[in-house]
């Protein structure tokens, strides 16, 4: 079975800094491209960052870019989000998410529960 | 960046109903497009996968149609577990962007 569990969350004052992580188990995490998706309280979906498997390619939306930092680990079955400089618009549930490549893309095919982010002073 | 636009944002429906969703992106997108449903207080589970394609597990009900810029998602017969919100995205180029949403509420 597919797990993804993320930790890290919590409450942090503007400015400072915080780390997620997405412990990955049962499928095998060095073929798959790795996510991050963040939902504000009673917003809509917002994608944050997509690292391939390699981590040679890394993409992040336009509101994280040169903030936040995806990383991962493929010995550790982990994925990372360093994030930096945090504001209040950050405040939010982050989700790991998986794409799948077999016959075709599928991507955010499995979620994990997700981890609440909160910035406020 | 692309857009995705949904409609309606909000959707009153009973049960038995055809419903269907739409999603316009701001350029074409071929078929790079998945549909996610999404319940109160759980993590968003994907439904259709190139605009058309049924992920496994997902009730026949659900179907997908569109390319290029005009996406829409039909639920044939609308069933007590389907009042969720729902969201499109594309997944052509990078960012990836969602729709913002829509609600299917029982009427």
């Known amino acids: 079975e597919v797990q993804l569990v993320e930790s890290g969350g919590g409450l942090v004052k503007p400015g400072g800094s915080l780390r997620l992580s997405c412990a990955a188990s049962?499928?095998?995490?060095?073929?798959?491209?790795m996510n991050w998706v963040r939902q504000a309280p009673g917003k809509g979906l917002e994608w944050v960052s997509l690292i391939e498997t390699g981590s040679t390619n890394k993409y992040y939306a336009d509101s994280v870019k040169g903030r936040f930092i995806i990383s991962r680990d493929n010995a550790k079955n982990s994925l990372y989000l360093q994030m930096n400089n945090l504001r209040a618009e950050d405040t939010a549930v982050y989700y790991c998410a998986r794409d799948q490549y077999i016959v075709a893309t599928i991507p955010h095919d499995n979620w994990g529960q997700g981890t609440l982010v909160t910035v406020s002073s | 960046d692309i857009q995705m636009t949904q409609s309606p944002s909000t959707l009153s429906a009973s049960v038995g109903d055809r419903v269907t969703i739409t999603c316009r992106a701001s350029?074409?997108?071929?078929?790079?497009l998945a549909w996610y449903q999404q319940k109160p207080g759980k993590a968003p589970k994907v439904l259709i996968y190139e605009a058309s394609s049924l992920e496994s597990g997902v009730p026949s009900r659900f179907s997908g149609s569109g390319s290029g810029t005009e996406f829409s998602l039909t639920i044939s017969s609308l069933q007590p577990d389907d009042f969720a919100t729902y969201y499109c995205?594309?997944?052509?180029?990078?960012?990836?962007?969602f729709g913002q949403g829509t609600k299917v509420e029982i009427k």
């Open positions: 995205q594309q997944y052509k180029s990078y960012p990836r962007t």
């Open positions: 049962g499928f095998t995490f060095s073929t798959c491209n």
């Open positions: 350029q074409s997108i071929s078929s790079w």
